[in-house]
């Protein structure tokens, strides 16, 4: 069909929280979080910069990337679990921000899956008779808004970023699309391992919720832990076994960037611990920009080339996972 990746770009915000800055807010350690997680330190966004401000920013890059100008996007799809407001979409806000023209814009939520689920909404919407051209699809996340900064199981975990990916079907029938294989799952009967039980419907914003520390993430670790390693395992293997593609000819593999220990068991299991791409000690979790940030950090530094497989993988609150492999 010849629907193809043609750019990259992030938007990492500059302030730095390293693990030494958590030791004076909370009973942690360097060496305790190094270990059991593999961070050293994240990116924190200014009180006053938002998933959109971020989001545009990665877009902006993006579009440069490709070399093309925002008046030629025909459809914006923004994951995020951190939209600037209920409504309207951060899709919307990105919109105006880059000065795209009047196209469709809408956000997904898929908490950290979100950016591997838009890419098969794009990827589809793309090949579908609604034919969309070029399509952004970005992953924005300021998790450092939800971040209880007392409560040290979950505080040391997230950091804010932003990344961005243009498609484009140039409708040649002999380009190879950059979809080669593709899964997304969930399982909402653990809906509740990891979970912000408020400022929604069940649980709308009141003084009570807000003292009750409602609005933050709630996350049973270990749980979480071990949901991850298997889902994300399964949907690797049934991804390279759809696409018949041998484990060692995957050139990068990207797993979804929360724990250093979640990704080394994953990478032990596919047999692949080589290829896999590792930022996570710079970034910590940043949701569904993580596996944005690894492509376009691969891409901007020349380590990927024409033709190269990648596998990516993630998972999230949901539960939800998923995994594809792409042809660059
Ligand atoms: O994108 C999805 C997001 N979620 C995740 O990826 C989370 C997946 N889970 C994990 O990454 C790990 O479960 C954690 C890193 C969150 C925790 O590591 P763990 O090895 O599973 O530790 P644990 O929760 O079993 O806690 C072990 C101990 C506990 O103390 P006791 O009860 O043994 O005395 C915790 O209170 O570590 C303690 N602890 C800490 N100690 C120092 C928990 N957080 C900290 C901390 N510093 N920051």
């Known amino acids: 069909m010849g629907i193809r990746i043609i750019g990259t770009g992030r938007c990492i915000p500059e302030k730095i929280l390293n693990n030494a800055d958590l030791e004076r807010m909370v009973d ?11 961070i050293k330190e994240r990116h924190i966004a200014e009180s006053d910069q938002t998933s959109s401000d971020m989001a545009a920013v990665a877009a902006q890059n993006a579009l440069e990337n490709a070399g093309i100008t925002a008046d030629m996007i025909d459809l ?3 994951s995020t679990v951190t939209p600037d407001h209920p409504f309207p979409s951060t899709s919307a806000l990105v919109q105006r921000k880059i000065g795209a023209p009047k196209c469709p814009c809408f956000d997904i939520e898929a908490a950290c899956s979100g950016f591997l689920y838009a890419l098969n909404t794009a990827y589809g919407m793309m090949a579908s008779p609604l034919g969309y051209k ?5 992953g924005a996340e300021k998790m450092t808004s939800l971040v209880d900064w007392s409560d040290r199981s979950t505080c040391v975990l997230f950091g804010d970023g932003s990344a961005a990916v243009v498609l484009e079907n140039d ?16 399982d909402g009967s653990v809906s509740d391992i990891l979970i912000v039980p408020g400022g929604g419907s069940a649980c709308p914003p009141t003084v009570d919720s807000v003292n ?12 979480t832990f071990q949901l991850a390693v298997t889902s994300m395992v399964s949907a690797c293997r049934n991804v390279l ?15 979804h960037q929360a724990n250093r220990r979640i990704i080394d068991a994953v990478a032990n299991k596919l047999g692949i611990p080589e290829k896999v791409y590792l930022n ?10 993580s596996i944005g940030i690894c492509l376009d950090e691969l891409n901007r530094e020349g380590k990927i080339k024409k033709g ?4 990516t993988a993630s998972f999230g609150a949901g539960l939800t996972w998923a995994a594809l492999l792409i042809r660059w």
Do not use: C
């Open 308 to 311: 190269d497989l990648i596998l």
């Open 280 to 289: 996570v000690d710079r970034f910590g979790n940043t949701s569904s920009a």
């Open 171 to 186: 409708g040649d029938p002999d380009t190879p699309d950059f979809y080669v294989a593709g899964e997304v799952a969930a």
């Open 134 to 138: 070029r399509v952004l699809v970005i």
């Open 28 to 38: 942690t350690s360097d060496e305790w979080i190094v270990t059991r997680t593999g």
């Open 241 to 255: 076994e759809k696409s018949g593609v041998d484990p060692q000819d995957v050139v990068w593999a990207i797993p």
């Open 212 to 223: 009750e520390k409602k609005h933050f993430i709630k996350m049973g670790g270990p749980k």
């Open 76 to 78: 914006i799809i923004v």
